[in-house]
Nanobody, 126 residues
């Protein structure tokens, strides 16, 4: 099983980026997914989650209305569209997945996930 995160880079404050997380060795039709981030010197924090069905999503309060998590079953890939980025959102962003019995359940704790990608760095300049 491998989760390959990509799409990070340098962007100015107020700009946008779309992160991708391609899954190999598992089908996202059976797995819930999430995005987390870890800023320098800080603990990893939850950003967004999507259920196995793709119908249920959940966001950290700090990103609601600006970030959108989505999934493409055909490509077995999860995305995180990030708009209106802020300098304090500079971090390494990680995608994660876990097998889920429930179609509509999303998971917000990092200890609830089994598989993790390698992370992609997002730098937001002021």
């Amino acid at each position: 099983v491998q989760l390959q995160a990509s799409g990070g880079g340098l962007v100015q404050a107020g700009g946008s980026l779309r992160l991708s997380c391609a899954a190999c060795g598992l089908s996202l039709n059976y797995y819930a997914s999430g995005w987390f981030r870890q800023a320098p010197g800080k603990e990893r924090e939850f950003v967004a989650a999507i259920s196995r069905s793709g119908d249920s999503t959940y966001y950290a309060d700090s990103v609601k209305g600006r970030f959108t998590i989505s999934r493409d079953s055909a490509k077995n890939t999860v995305y995180l569209q990030m708009n209106s980025l802020k300098p304090e959102e500079t971090a390494v962003y990680y995608c994660a997945a876990r097998w889920s019995t429930y179609l509509g359940r999303s998971y917000r704790g990092d200890d609830e996930y089994t598989y993790w990608g390698q992370g992609t760095l997002v730098t937001v300049s002021s």
